[in-house]
Protein backbone atom coordinates (compact mmCIF):
# COMPACT_ATOMS: atom_id res chain seq x y z
CA UNK A 1 0.00 0.00 0.00
CA UNK A 2 1.46 3.44 -0.89
CA UNK A 3 0.17 6.74 1.25
CA UNK A 4 0.97 9.72 -0.94
CA UNK A 5 0.51 13.11 1.36
CA UNK A 6 0.81 16.81 -0.97
CA UNK A 7 1.73 19.80 0.56
CA UNK A 8 2.13 23.28 -0.56
CA UNK A 9 -0.63 24.71 -1.69
CA UNK A 10 -2.64 28.08 -0.78
CA UNK A 11 -3.33 31.63 -2.24
CA UNK A 12 -1.53 33.59 -4.43
CA UNK A 13 -1.58 36.27 -6.67
CA UNK A 14 -2.00 35.82 -10.53
CA UNK A 15 1.91 35.60 -11.73
CA UNK A 16 3.03 34.14 -8.63
CA UNK A 17 4.64 30.75 -8.29
CA UNK A 18 3.80 27.81 -5.56
CA UNK A 19 5.83 24.72 -5.09
CA UNK A 20 3.68 21.47 -4.55
CA UNK A 21 5.29 18.25 -2.89
CA UNK A 22 3.87 14.93 -2.63
CA UNK A 23 5.26 12.24 0.29
CA UNK A 24 4.96 8.76 -0.51
CA UNK A 25 5.83 6.07 2.17
CA UNK A 26 7.00 2.68 1.13
CA UNK A 27 9.77 1.41 -0.70
CA UNK A 28 8.48 0.95 -4.36
CA UNK A 29 8.87 5.14 -4.96
CA UNK A 30 11.90 4.65 -7.08
CA UNK A 31 9.92 2.62 -9.55
CA UNK A 32 6.93 4.45 -9.73
CA UNK A 33 5.45 6.78 -12.26
CA UNK A 34 4.62 10.29 -10.47
CA UNK A 35 1.88 12.25 -11.76
CA UNK A 36 -0.12 15.51 -10.73
CA UNK A 37 -3.70 16.34 -11.40
CA UNK A 38 -6.13 18.93 -11.33
CA UNK A 39 -9.89 19.05 -10.59
CA UNK A 40 -11.62 22.37 -10.54
CA UNK A 41 -15.14 23.41 -9.36
CA UNK A 42 -17.85 21.41 -11.75
CA UNK A 43 -14.97 20.07 -13.94
CA UNK A 44 -13.32 17.17 -14.40
CA UNK A 45 -10.18 15.75 -12.60
CA UNK A 46 -7.41 16.26 -16.16
CA UNK A 47 -3.62 15.74 -15.80
CA UNK A 48 -1.16 18.23 -15.39
CA UNK A 49 2.31 16.52 -15.66
CA UNK A 50 3.65 13.29 -15.17
CA UNK A 51 7.68 11.72 -14.52
CA UNK A 52 8.45 8.45 -14.93
CA UNK A 53 10.43 6.32 -12.73
CA UNK A 54 13.53 7.36 -15.47
CA UNK A 55 12.89 10.74 -14.68
CA UNK A 56 11.21 11.26 -18.46
CA UNK A 57 8.13 13.89 -18.11
CA UNK A 58 5.08 14.74 -19.70
CA UNK A 59 3.33 17.96 -19.39
CA UNK A 60 -0.37 19.09 -20.34
CA UNK A 61 -0.44 21.60 -23.08
CA UNK A 62 -1.77 24.33 -20.58
CA UNK A 63 1.32 24.48 -18.54
CA UNK A 64 4.49 23.93 -20.45
CA UNK A 65 6.69 26.44 -19.99
CA UNK A 66 5.27 27.56 -16.73
CA UNK A 67 4.82 24.26 -14.66
CA UNK A 68 7.83 21.93 -13.63
CA UNK A 69 7.50 18.26 -12.59
CA UNK A 70 10.75 16.59 -10.92
CA UNK A 71 11.13 13.62 -7.96
CA UNK A 72 13.56 13.04 -5.47
CA UNK A 73 14.14 9.02 -4.99
CA UNK A 74 16.06 9.57 -2.24
CA UNK A 75 13.46 11.46 0.03
CA UNK A 76 10.53 9.22 -1.81
CA UNK A 77 9.14 12.78 -3.02
CA UNK A 78 7.79 14.40 -6.33
CA UNK A 79 7.43 18.08 -6.48
CA UNK A 80 5.56 20.63 -8.95
CA UNK A 81 6.93 23.78 -9.55
CA UNK A 82 4.50 26.39 -10.60
CA UNK A 83 5.61 29.76 -11.99
CA UNK A 84 3.45 32.09 -13.92
CA UNK A 85 0.24 31.18 -12.76
CA UNK A 86 -2.95 32.04 -13.90
CA UNK A 87 -6.74 32.41 -12.27
CA UNK A 88 -7.63 29.45 -14.37
CA UNK A 89 -4.86 27.61 -12.42
CA UNK A 90 -7.42 27.44 -9.36
CA UNK A 91 -7.41 23.58 -8.58
CA UNK A 92 -7.26 20.97 -6.42
CA UNK A 93 -4.08 19.42 -6.86
CA UNK A 94 -3.99 15.85 -6.73
CA UNK A 95 -0.88 13.42 -6.84
CA UNK A 96 -0.84 10.45 -8.23
CA UNK A 97 1.25 6.93 -8.06
CA UNK A 98 1.87 4.33 -10.58
CA UNK A 99 3.95 1.59 -11.88
CA UNK A 100 1.29 0.21 -15.04
CA UNK A 101 4.67 -0.02 -16.74
CA UNK A 102 5.53 -2.54 -15.32
CA UNK A 103 2.48 -4.15 -15.05
CA UNK A 104 0.58 -3.43 -11.55
CA UNK A 105 -2.73 -2.00 -11.85
CA UNK A 106 -3.50 0.10 -9.19
CA UNK A 107 -3.14 3.36 -8.75
CA UNK A 108 -2.71 5.55 -5.74
CA UNK A 109 -3.91 9.00 -5.02
CA UNK A 110 -3.32 11.65 -2.37
CA UNK A 111 -5.98 13.76 -0.71
CA UNK A 112 -5.36 17.23 -2.78
CA UNK A 113 -3.99 20.48 -1.80
CA UNK A 114 -6.07 23.45 -3.14
CA UNK A 115 -4.06 26.28 -5.17
CA UNK A 116 -6.22 29.66 -5.44
CA UNK A 117 -4.68 32.14 -8.12
CA UNK A 118 -6.56 35.51 -7.58
CA UNK A 119 -6.50 37.67 -10.26
Known amino acids: QVQLVESGGGLVQAGGSLRLSCAASGSIFGTSRMGWYRQAPGQQRELVATISSRGITNYADFVKGRFTISRDNAKNTAYLQMNSLKPEDTAVYYC?????????????WGQGTQVTVSS
Open 96 to 108: KSDRRELGYPNDY
